[in-house]
């Protein structure tokens, strides 16, 4: 069973980062996988902590890091000021980014302590996260000595199926390719009242319509995208057959530069690459269509977590 990290801020009082905490890790166990959810204070992210202990919030699968406290947990220290880097070097001792990478590295263990130290462990970063760890100010750390890869595999089955799950209006306009397409319609025919596909260029996927067509009587509208034209310049609305009817949006493009303002009301899109782009685009495009991915199913799952 893969592990995955989600990588989040703090942003008040009810994440379950307190005052003059760093962060503190949460874990949701799945059927398939285990989600450990580590959420970055306020003073982790912007000026460096104070070195104060911290009580266990209670609960094994609920723990406030200290490193006074337990082996399994710790506190990472980071220091903006160089000048202090360079005064400590100049006497010998431990700089700070040395001790904040050691910290790290208890840290992770804590980690894979959590995890049962079964299967891989991956990172996810909420929004632009990643772009804040990895930037000037703390990369030196963080890059150095973060483990845990960032996670791609989003197209899984399991993410898949759960994206399914919000896809409420009966028709769909699919965008793109995945082999679990089928799998995904069979689950779904009763309702379905029509389906419109459209493939970045020919794939042949005749025996899948015709399956569709003699077992359910669906009649799949197949469609190519024009020459010279690709997902970023594609208008979803333009290729709906019924204007105004709700439709669920498959979305395999992989194409964070897309738009579906002006879908029907009601309208669902279901990015399966969960692209953090795509989700501000769309969002911000209007009140007709409802965003989702796999990355705010974990965001819900977090919030639904007892502090």
Request: hydrophobic residues 35%.
């Amino acid at each position: 069973m893969d592990t995955l990290v989600y990588i989040y801020r703090n942003r008040g009082k009810d994440t379950g980062v307190g005052k003059g905490q760093l962060f503190r890790l949460k874990k949701l166990t799945t059927e398939k996988r285990c989600i450990i959810y580590l959420g970055l204070g306020r003073e982790f992210l912007q000026n460096g902590p104070k070195k104060e202990p911290v009580q266990n919030a209670g609960g094994q699968d609920d723990i406030a890091v200290s490193l006074k406290e337990r082996k399994i947990t710790c506190v990472i220290k980071f220091w903006k000021r160089r000048k202090r880097i360079a005064e400590l070097a100049e006497k010998g001792e431990e700089s700070p980014e040395k001790e904040a990478e050691r910290e790290l590295l208890e840290l992770q263990s804590a980690i894979r302590f959590l995890a049962d130290e079964i299967g891989e462990v991956y990172s996810v970063y909420e929004d632009s996260l990643e772009e804040m760890l990895l930037g000037e100010r703390l990369n030196s750390v963080w890059s150095k000595v973060w483990q845990f890869p960032k996670y791609e595999e989003w197209r899984e089955p399991e993410w898949m199926d759960r994206l399914m799950d919000a896809a409420t209006c009966n028709s769909f306009l699919i965008l793109g390719y995945h082999e679990y397409i089928g799998t995904l319609l069979k689950k779904r025919v009763r309702r379905i009242k029509s389906v419109v596909w459209m493939l970045p260029a020919y794939i042949d996927v005749d025996d899948l319509l015709e399956y569709f067509a003699v077992e359910y009587g669906l009649v799949i509208e197949l469609r190519v995208l024009p020459e010279g034209t690709d997902w970023m310049r594609m208008r979803p609305e333009s290729i709906r057959t019924r204007e105004q009817e709700p439709v669920n949006v498959l979305d395999f493009s992989g194409e964070p530069r897309m738009n579906g303002g002006n879908l029907p009301p009601g309208s669902v899109w279901l990015d399966m690459d969960s692209i953090p782009d795509k989700q501000r685009r769309i969002l911000k495009s209007g009140g007709n269509v409802t965003y989702f991915s796999a990355r705010m199913w974990m965001e819900a799952k977090k919030n639904s977590l007892k502090s």
